[in-house]
C-alpha cells in the first residue's frame, strides 16, 4: 500500500453521487491530508468532468463506454488525467498501488466487483455501498480477514455503532461484553400512512426524505424500510453478530444514529445533525477527527426525541431481509436483486408501492438458495433473482390491466 507524503490517496467509486459528492466536499476542506487518485461514475459526463477540473485525478472512469468516449474529449486539456472504462477500468482504480483508500460509493450491485477488488488487494475500504455485503457476506469478511484490509462502515448507522464499541472487539460483541446493538431507523416519508395510502404514493413522494438527501434508490429503499433490511445483515457482518441481538428502533428525527447497549446496562449512542460528512469524515481521517463542515447539533431546537417500534405489516421488507440472511446462502443477494428491479420498476411507472414486498417475496420463493461459495455462484444468483423479478413485475401488470 503506498501512502506518500503523509497524505491519504483516495479513490471514490461513485464521485458523482450523493455520497462521493459528499465525500469530495470533506476533501475539499483537507487539501493538507487528502488527494484524489481517481473518480468513476457511470454515465454524467458533464458532472464527471467539472469535479476532474476541479480535483486533478490522475484516472477518471465512466462505467458506461460511450461516457467515457465523450469524458476524454472533454478532458483534452487536462492531459495529466486518463480516462478508462467500463468494470475493468473500475476495479483498476479500486486495486491500483496510487491509491490507499477507497470510497465505495457506487449504488447497488454494480459496485460488488471493484469493492471486493479494493478488500483483496487489502485497502482502507470506506464501505458505503451495503448491497456489495448483502450480496456476498461471508466472502467479502472473508476477503477482509486474509487481505488485511481496513474496513470502515459510513453507512450513518454502523458508522455510530463503530463508534460506541472497543475498536479491537469490533467483531467480538461477547468479548466486549455487548448485550444488544440498537439500530435506529427515521421509518421513512410514509411511516402513518395506512395501506391503502402505500398503493398510491409517486416516486416523487418516496424521494423526498423528511430528514436526509440521499440518492433515489436509498431513498425508495428507506421508504419501504428496505433500506432497514439490508442495515440489519449489513450489521450482522460487520459486527459478527445475529437479527435476534440487534433491534430496529424507529427514531423519526435521526439524530441518534444507532447505539449499543452493555451487560452492565450503560447504552452508547452516537448522535449528529444528518449529514453524511460526519460518518465519512470519521472513515477518511480514522482513527483522527477533522471538521467535516457539519453544523454544530442545537438540541434545544430538536426539544425531544420520540422512539417506535417497526410495523412489519406495512413494511414487510425488513421481515423479508432478515428472513433472507436466516436462509443464508445466496438468499440476501436474490432479495437484493428482486429489491433493485423493483425500486428501478416502481420509478418508471410500472409497478405500485405497495406491490415492491410481494415482487420481492415471490422472487425468494422461486429462487431457491444456494451456497455463496464464490463470486460467480453470487452473480448467478443475482442474475437469477433478476430475471425471475423481472417476470413477476410483468406478471402483476398484464393482471392490473386485465381488472
Ligand atoms: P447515488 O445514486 O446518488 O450515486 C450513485 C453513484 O454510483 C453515482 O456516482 C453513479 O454514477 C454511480 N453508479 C450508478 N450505477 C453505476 C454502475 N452501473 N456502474 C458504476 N457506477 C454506477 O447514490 P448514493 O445515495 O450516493 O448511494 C451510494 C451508496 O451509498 C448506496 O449503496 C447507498 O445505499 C449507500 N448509502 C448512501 C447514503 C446517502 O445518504 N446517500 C447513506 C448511507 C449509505
Ligand atoms: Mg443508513
Request: overall charge negative; proline content about 6%.
Amino acid at each position: 500500500m503506498t501512502v506518500s507524503n503523509g497524505k491519504r490517496h483516495i479513490t471514490v467509486l461513485g464521485a458523482t453521487g450523493s455520497i462521493g459528492l459528499s465525500t469530495l466536499d470533506v476533501v475539499r476542506r483537507h487539501p493538507e491530508r487528502f488527494s484524489v487518485y481517481a473518480l468513476t461514475a457511470s454515465t454524467n459526463v458533464d458532472e464527471m468532468a467539472s469535479l476532474c477540473r476541479e480535483f486533478r485525478p490522475a484516472v477518471a472512469v465512466m462505467a458506461d463506454a460511450d461516457a467515457a468516449e465523450q469524458l476524454d474529449k472533454a478532458l483534452a486539456t487536462l492531459p495529466d488525467t486518463r480516462v478508462l472504462a467500463g468494470e475493468a477500468g473500475l476495479v483498476e482504480v479500486a486495486v491500483a498501488g496510487e491509491a490507499d483508500t477507497i470510497m465505495a460509493a457506487i449504488v447497488g450491485a454494480a459496485g460488488l466487483s471493484p469493492t471486493l477488488a479494493a478488500v483483496k488487494a487489502g485497502k482502507r475500504v470506506l464501505l458505503a455501498n451495503k448491497e456489495a455485503l448483502v450480496m456476498s457476506g461471508q466472502l467479502f469478511m472473508d476477503a477482509v480477514a486474509s487481505s488485511g484490509a481496513l474496513l470502515l462502515p459510513i453507512d450513518s448507522e454502523h458508522n455510530a455503532i463503530f463508534q460506541c464499541l472497543p475498536a479491537e472487539r469490533v467483531r467480538d460483541l461477547p468479548g466486549a461484553g455487548v448485550r444488544r446493538i440498537l439500530l435506529t431507523a427515521s421509518g421513512g416519508p410514509f411511516r402513518n400512512h395506512t395501506p391503502d395510502m402505500l398503493r398510491e404514493v409517486t416516486p416523487a413522494q418516496a424521494c423526498k426524505h423528511p430528514n436526509w438527501s440521499m440518492g433515489q434508490k436509498i431513498s425508495v429503499d428507506s421508504a419501504t424500510l428496505m433500506n432497514k433490511g439490508l442495515e440489519l445483515i449489513e450489521a450482522c457482518w460487520l459486527f459478527n453478530t445475529h437479527p435476534d441481538q440487534i433491534e430496529v428502533h424507529v427514531h423519526p428525527e435521526s439524530i441518534i444514529h444507532s447505539m449499543v447497549e452493555y451487560v452492565d446496562g450503560s447504552v452508547l449512542a452516537q448522535l449528529g445533525s444528518p449529514d453524511m460528512r460526519t460518518p465519512i469524515a470519521n472513515g477518511l481521517a480514522w482513527p483522527e477527527r477533522v471538521d467535516a463542515g457539519v453544523a454544530p447539533l442545537d438540541l434545544f431546537a430538536l426539544g425531544r426525541f420520540h422512539f417506535e417500534r417497526p410495523d412489519v405489516d406495512r413494511f414487510p421488507c425488513l421481515r423479508l431481509a432478515a428472513e433472507a440472511f436466516e436462509a443464508g446462502g445466496t438468499a440476501p443477494a436474490v432479495l437484493n436483486a428482486a429489491n433493485e428491479q423493483a425500486v428501478a420498476a416502481f420509478l418508471a411507472g410500472e409497478l405500485c408501492f405497495a406491490d415492491i414486498p410481494v415482487i420481492i417475496e415471490r422472487t425468494l420463493v422461486r429462487v431457491p438458495s444456494q451456497p455463496a461459495d464464490d463470486f460467480d455462484a453470487i452473480m448467478a444468483a443475482d442474475q437469477d433473482g433478476r430475471a425471475q423479478a423481472r417476470a413477476e413485475i410483468e406478471r402483476l401488470a398484464r393482471r392490473t390491466l386485465a381488472h
